[in-house]
Each structure stands twice: as structure tokens, then as C-alpha cells.
């Protein structure tokens, strides 16, 4: 079954850090860009960042740009995102999707920013 | 504000038909293919059409997409209790140099 399972999240303060990981299973994870997404709680989806298949391609959104850092083990099937100087807009449940098409999506991880 | 611009609510009774629409420009809906989510309550989104008007092996024919120009939509018939659920258009933005989502759409089944 293609799987994607994320962790990581939690409670942190402002300009804290927090790591996000998300484990792939049933697929050949070294073939497929992958993404991270958030959805803030009642609102819409936004995406994150996006890293290429090999590594070699990454972007980011504006909103985290210079604070965020996706990277990905293909020998480990997993997706990270580093994330740094975090603020209180950054709460969100962050998924971890498959492909430009987002056609496969983890379960998510609760990510809250507060004091 | 979302660049890919969605009414909030759509609705509709059982059996009927209901369009969502998508708005983009020409950096986005307007030169690249638009993809369409379903997420049910307390669930993560879930791919329901993509490049436009393809389905994903398992989503029944009841979902369709199209596309003109810089606008789509997303069409539901026979309509049924369980579509109930927040739809998200998305495409790919070449001057912003990522995906892009509409603010979403929450269909109400009544």
C-alpha cells in the first residue's frame, strides 16, 4: 500500500525550531519529487516547499523562505522539513505530498506555534 | 488572499448537480493544468481529478473537470450525501514558481 506517515510535530514557542519527517512505503520513493503543505486550523491549503526527486531542485513559498529547509534520504524513504524562527502564523497541520498533482497525502502533524 | 479564487459555500440536494468553480490567470490556470481535491471532516485532502479532467483509478465518473482559458471547474452529479466535503482547485504558478490553491469550497448536501 502506498503510504506516507509524517511526524514530528508538536507545541514550540515562537522562534523555536521544530523537524518534520515523513516515512514513505509502497512506492520507489527515490523516483518521485515529493512537498510539504500546510492547512492553518479553518483554513485553506497552502503549499510549503517542494524538493525533486534527486535533491537537486527546491522551492519554497515566499511565507517561509530563509526559515525552512526541505530535504529528503532516499536511502532512508524520507522526506524532512527543518523548520527555524518560528512565528505564530506557522500553526498549521502540515502534510507531506506526493508530485507536483499531490496525488498521495499523509495523515499530517499538528504543528503549534505559542507562548 | 488565495491567488486561485473559489465561492466558499456551493450546495445541493441528492441526486442533483452542483459545479465548483476555479479562477486563476495566465500565469497559472491559464498555462498549466488544474488538479482538484476532496477533503472529507477531519481528513486529509485527497486527489479527485487532475490534469484538468482525469481520474484517479477509484474516483467514481460522478467527478468531472474542465478547463477554459484562465478558469475551471469541478462538476458533481448525481449528488450524494458523503460528497459533502471542502473541494480545493490548485495549479501551478509560473511566476510565483510553485503550486497555487483556491481558497476552497465547502459543499453542503442538503
Known amino acids: 500500500e502506498v503510504q506516507l506517515v509524517e511526524s514530528g510535530g508538536g507545541l514550540v514557542q515562537p522562534g523555536g525550531s521544530l523537524r518534520l519527517s515523513c516515512a514513505a512505503s509502497g512506492f520507489t520513493f527515490s523516483s518521485y519529487e515529493m512537498n510539504w503543505v500546510r492547512q492553518a486550523p479553518g483554513k485553506g491549503l497552502e503549499w510549503v516547499s517542494y524538493?525533486?526527486?534527486?535533491?537537486?531542485?527546491?522551492y519554497y513559498a515566499d511565507s517561509v523562505k530563509g526559515r525552512f529547509t526541505i530535504s529528503r534520504d532516499n536511502a532512508k524513504n524520507s522526506l524532512y522539513l527543518q523548520m527555524n524562527s518560528l512565528r505564530a502564523e506557522d500553526t498549521a497541520v502540515y502534510y507531506c505530498?506526493?508530485?507536483?498533482?499531490?496525488?498521495?497525502w499523509g495523515q499530517g502533524t499538528m504543528v503549534t506555534v505559542s507562548s | 488572499q488565495s491567488v486561485l479564487t473559489q465561492p466558499p459555500s456551493a450546495s445541493g440536494t441528492p441526486g442533483q448537480r452542483v459545479t465548483i468553480s476555479c479562477s486563476g490567470s495566465s500565469s497559472n490556470i491559464g498555462s498549466n493544468t488544474v488538479n482538484w481535491y476532496q477533503q472529507l471532516p477531519g481528513a486529509a485532502p485527497k486527489l479527485l481529478i487532475y490534469s484538468n479532467n482525469l481520474r484517479p483509478s477509484g474516483v467514481p465518473d460522478r467527478f468531472s473537470g474542465s478547463k477554459s482559458a484562465t478558469s475551471a471547474s469541478l462538476g458533481i452529479s448525481g449528488l450524494q450525501s458523503e460528497d459533502e466535503a471542502d473541494y480545493y482547485c490548485?495549479?501551478?504558478?509560473?511566476?510565483?514558481?510553485?503550486?497555487?490553491f483556491g481558497g476552497g469550497t465547502k459543499l453542503t448536501v442538503l
Open positions: 524538493i525533486s526527486s534527486s535533491g537537486s531542485n527546491i
Open positions: 490548485a495549479a501551478w504558478d509560473d511566476r510565483l514558481n510553485g503550486p497555487v
Open positions: 505530498a506526493r508530485v507536483t498533482a499531490f496525488d498521495i
